[in-house]
């Protein structure tokens, strides 16, 4: 690294300069570093042309060009070219007009001849040192100053608080994880408002009825501001969801962001508590199965795994019903928030499938950790079995677990809508599926979002956990 | 041969290695669950008195299983005793054939592995053909039973007949003849004639039909076909054949219903049979309008059929061609499909549908589309870890040294050699797909409501659960089986592609 062949002995500033030289390395986090501390990177420029100027570089790399200019190497380099061109297309019987092969040779030679002038400049600098100045060493000469130091502090703190960020792998993950989930945020939000702004359905037709004058709707479509034009309607709407003010709903004209609030803890509840009891359900079940691979246990487990993964929510949901509610009156048949009890069915009805699913990644992650070699080498160690399966296979075959469990929270906080459908619970699942028949464009809106919004923390929240849980992770992340 | 004192794996050896043992067990205990499950259903629980007829049904299935368990334990003694069946043992099989009679394909399908000793990817090829058709042919005559039939009924049952005859010709005829190195020239007519039966929707006799031709082009160079391979991989395991039964079941009977059902028994209101149960006539009873659940059902399979693969070809094509080109040139290009793909992930399959038929409606096309959009990025992250696996090979890089053009190598090259888990990952979701769109037909976004839909059907049908829940059960399980079959299929054909899927 160039940062360690120039330390100075001045920590701070070496430290400052060796961060700042790895950021210009990264083409992202150079544009990003040089437009966040504008004003710094103006100094810095300015000294650097300065310095270049002072040093006689620029004139040590025309002596060389023209040295080699005048050897006639060029002339050599682009001969060779055109004979190697030439060659080139009688072997694939390619004809090509002469114009566009000297045009390529030139380009050839071109590249050839700037690598040697490269390999000759190095040769000659690293005869007399000091003399290539790049604009990290301008920084670091610059950072020696203890009243540069303090001033671009205050003129470019952005600037020092990505070097700070960049500067530690953990923090840097973090932060580009999080950069992701607020772009994804956004890209959700726009995407849901233009389908829904591109629907040929008309909510003013659909609420004011088939006797509703034009008068009648245009007002109802200024009201709503849906007469405005695109960008500023999603500018409105992205503000919205920023400030938790979605507006009025078209139908009931209740507060969206009040109602979404009202509904969503209870869906929350509900799949968090699923989510919970699935996995403690499943993951035994799972580690059971790989440690009897095809035994009759292992078969029947699977087959139920594969039969919960196979039976539909609404139809588990009726089947419940009809056997715990109609048949057998032990459970209440609809969602009430003040009986525990009617809460039985639901959970068990939304876990399913996360049980099945995580049931059968535990038995194939857990099967592939046991045929590794570190697994043969426990055992031959003579650990005992319990041990050998417990602190060494499946902690490590937890990782593929938690990412599908992550993944189906998602998929069943979206699809919780059918479950809520048939306990006919107020969650923001039947909450979208009733506002979508107008079509009530805040409500949906507000209901998909937030929910996605949801399932970005929750991903990103999976992600750091592997960050911190994972040694593999954690020691590829230093090194980018 | 026979030695007393063989150790405990040797005998664990010898069962495991046995296919029979295997498929017998497995046969023994699902026909087992499924006699109990009749005879729990027989019962009435008011009365104390059984049903007759599902009471008869669960005998039967009881008779088979006990006859399936004395062959498993005779096979067991076979192998322990002298490792191999004997044949006095394999002849059973035609008394348990007999099962079939009680459509009982566990140990029918068992049976019939057990009968023949070499067994190729041909001779089960041909088992399961035939034995689809005469399902298929099983199903539709029930509708003997109905006051009216379809205008085409004589003719497709007719047909179904000759097929019939014809496939079960073609068993006998691959069992003596498909063993030999070089087919006969006369097999060239037998392959036409299956594929020519193929029309049906019976893709085993398809695939039968293009292994022969095969095989008689090969002349015995080689060692076989990719095809015979994979099916003979396949076939090890009964419950992805199985699976693979019912799905192609169902779509000889979806094309066959073209003639031998009548679509206005399972769409034109009866009021003289309102919610009648289960009888001969109408083998499901009927719904609130008087339309047969039988009828409704099978035309209902149509549907979830189409939907189901549609909705997996789409985003299988879109996503795949994103993810190939975003595998392959990386950089620039990969970021941004990728990062706006990630978008398009962070929306939940159902809650992304329900926002695109909010917007543009309710209808059947609708829903193909707003299912597929949804599947996208799922599929081109398949493809993209696979291309970018692919693309270090060397035989690209000497596609490369040869000038060849990226488009030819990324499509010629890379796409054919990164498809496999393409496939088993598309077979895995045709069931999700079938779930999201009887989900979304019962939450009234998915298919038109008068279209009879296995979701619509189950929504007319939850209304009544108290009072004649069949209506909402058997739609149910028509799901459950479907998707059942897809999963068992693509579990199959994920153990015999062997794709490394991430």
Known sequence: MIGHATATGNGYADRLAATYRKILLHPTYRLLILLAGAPVTIIVYVAYLLLKSKSGYTSIVEETRNKLLKSGYLDELLLEAKDQLERKHRFFGQTVNTEQTAREAKQLASQKFEETLQVQLKERLSEESGLKITFGDTYHSLAMNPFFLVLSVIIGLPMYLLMAIYANPYVKYIAERLFMAIFVIFGVAFLVFTILYISPMNPAANLLGETATAEQIATFNHIYGLDQPYLVQLWNTIKGILTFDLGKSFAGNENVTTAIANKFPVTLTLTFIATLIAVLIALPIGIISATRPNSFLDYTFMFIALLGLSIPNFWQGLIFILNFSIKLPWLPATYNPNNWLSAIMPIVVLGTGLTAAVARMTRSSTLEVIHEDYITTAKAKGLARRHVLWKHAVGNALIPIITVIGLQFGAMLGGAAVTEKVFNISGIGSYIVDKQFIPDIPSIMGGVVYTAITISIVNVIVDLLYAFFDPRIRSKMKQY | ?502
């Open chain 2, 1 to 502: 041969m026979t030695n007393p004192s063989i150790t405990k794996q040797e005998v664990q050896f010898r069962l495991k290695s046995s296919q029979e043992y295997g498929q017998a067990s497995f046969s023994g205990i699902v026909s087992l669950a499924l006699a109990l499950v009749l005879l729990l259903n027989s019962y009435i629980p008011s009365t104390g008195a059984f049903k007759p007829v599902v009471l008869i049904a669960s005998l039967t299935y009881f008779i088979f299983t006990l006859l399936q368990l004395a062959v498993w334990s005779l096979i067991r003694r076979d192998l322990i005793q002298f490792g191999a069946i004997k044949r006095s043992t394999r002849l059973l099989g035609y008394v348990l054939l007999l099962s079939i009679l009680s459509a009982n394909l566990f140990i029918a399908t068992a049976a019939f592995q057990l009968l023949k000793v070499k067994k190729s990817s041909a001779y089960t090829l041909s088992v399961y053909a035939a034995l689809t058709t005469l399902l298929v042919f099983a199903v539709s005559a029930l509708n003997i039973f109905k006051p009216y039939v379809a205008n085409g009924f004589l003719i497709g049952m007719f047909l179904l007949i000759i097929v019939t005859v014809l496939q079960l010709a073609v068993v006998l005829l691959v069992a003596k003849y498909a063993d030999k190195p070089i087919l006969p020239r006369f097999m060239w007519v037998v392959a036409f004639i299956l594929i020519l039966t193929s029309v049906s929707g019976n893709l085993f006799a398809l695939f039968l039909g293009l292994l022969l031709i095969a095989k008689l082009r090969d002349k015995g160079h080689t060692s076989g076909s990719k095809l015979g391979e994979v099916v003979e991989r396949l076939s090890r395991s009964s419950t992805s054949m199985l699976g693979l039964l019912f799905i192609l079941f169902l779509l000889t009977l979806s094309i066959t219903s073209y003639l031998t059902f009548d679509y206005g028994m399972a769409i034109d209101n009866n009021y003289s049979l309102i919610l009648q149960s289960p009888n001969m006539a109408y083998p499901l009873g009927t719904d609130n309008f008087g339309r047969d659940l039988f009828s409704r059902i099978v035309f209902g399979a149509r549907i979830s059929l189409v939907v189901g693969l549609m909705s997996t070809l789409i985003p299988v094509v879109i996503g795949g061609v994103l993810g190939a080109i975003s595998g392959y040139y990386g950089r620039h290009t990969d970021n941004v499909i990728m990062r706006a793909l990630d978008i398009l992930y962070a929306i939940p399959g159902i809650l992304l549908s329900i926002a695109i038929i909010a917007a543009f409606g309710a209808s059947t096309v609708n829903l193909i589309l707003a299912l597929s959009v949804g599947a996208i990025p799922t599929y081109a992250r398949t493809m993209r870890a696979n291309v970018l696996l692919v693309s270090t090979l060397e035989y690209v890089q000497a596609a490369r040294a040869f000038g060849s053009s990226d488009s030819a190598i990324l499509f010629k090259h890379i796409v054919p050699n990164s498809i496999a888990p393409m496939i088993v990952k598309s077979t895995l979701t045709i069931g999700t797909a079938v779930i999201s769109t009887s989900s979304l037909s019962y939450l009234g976004l998915g298919v038109e409501p008068h279209i009879p839909e296995w979701g619509n059907i189950l929504k007319l049908g939850s209304a009544y659960l108290e009072t004649h829940a069949f209506t909402a059960i058997y739609p149910g399980l028509a799901i459950i089986a479907l998707v059942l079959s897809f999963n068992f299929l693509g579990d199959g054909l994920r153990d015999a592609l062997d794709p490394k899927l991430d």
